[in-house]
């Protein structure tokens, strides 16, 4: 699997806020960042993947590279044709980065890209087909082994789509970020809240999909506008 990314330079909606998030909930580190990975089954049920992610060179201010790599457990029996249910669970290693004007509030030796830190998360993702309409959620939680992090940040995205053709869809999605801070204070300053509609095309046999759609911030520190483009081709 692969993939580029792209967010404003300016996007951190906090440029004080430390220390920064970690790789496996990034909603988006400044610059351009390529992802490169794999996952192979092991067993009829079980797989193991592995992610790294860098920034490409001389694009918005320097970014530590990350890594993810845990296994992924398929819950749901074969016979539940419209139902997908996985756990996944394993290691990862920050991608962060300095916000945008960091730098100004840090003495001159303080490297603008602090090294990340090393992490645990395990996840759960639920799909499921009703004819046209699909419906779908995820969970994250995650643990980053460092001085003044949340004892687990937690992460929900929820969406539905309906097929208008066979080859496109329309929905909308939410998304919930430090959902642990909901109620109290932590690390990250608060939850924020992000929700919008969205349009995927399927081509080539559903090889081929295009998804796209901006996205509201709801809450306080969220940006007030995001933007979001995806390709992925299966083989």
């Not at 067993?43 to 694009?59: I, M, T, Y």
């Not at 309409?133 to 929820?158: I, K, N």
């Not at 090889?207 to 306080?220: F, N």
């Amino acid at each position: 699997m692969a993939s580029v990314a792209y967010t404003s330079v300016a996007a951190n909606p906090d440029p004080t806020s430390e220390p920064y998030r970690a790789f496996a909930a990034n909603t988006g580190q400044p610059g351009t960042l390529t992802s490169f990975g794999a996952e192979v089954g092991v067993l009829p049920r079980v797989s193991f993947e592995a992610l790294g992610q860098v920034q490409l060179r001389g694009d918005g201010p320097g970014v530590n590279p990350g890594a993810i790599a845990g296994a992924r457990l398929q819950l749901a029996p074969p016979s539940w044709h419209n139902v997908r249910l996985t756990a996944s669970a394993g290691y990862l290693r920050e991608t962060s980065s300095a916000p945008a004007g960091a730098d100004a509030l840090r003495p001159p030796a303080t490297s603008s890209a602090p090294a990340g830190a090393d992490g645990a998360w395990a996840s759960f993702a639920l799909a499921v087909d009703l004819q046209r309409l699909r419906l779908g959620l995820t969970t994250l939680g995650e643990h980053v082994f460092a001085a003044g992090r949340d004892g687990v940040d937690v992460m929900v995205q929820a969406g539905a789509s309906y097929g208008l053709t066979t080859w496109l869809r329309a929905g909308a999605e939410w998304v919930g970020q430090d959902l642990e801070e909901s109620f109290a204070g932590g690390a990250e300053r608060g939850a924020r809240h992000f929700v919008g509609p969205t349009a995927a095309v399927q081509l080539l046999q559903e090889r081929l999909t295009i998804v796209a759609g901006p996205s509201l911030g709801l809450s306080k520190g969220a940006p007030n506008l995001l933007g979001r483009l995806a390709v992925a081709y299966g083989f």
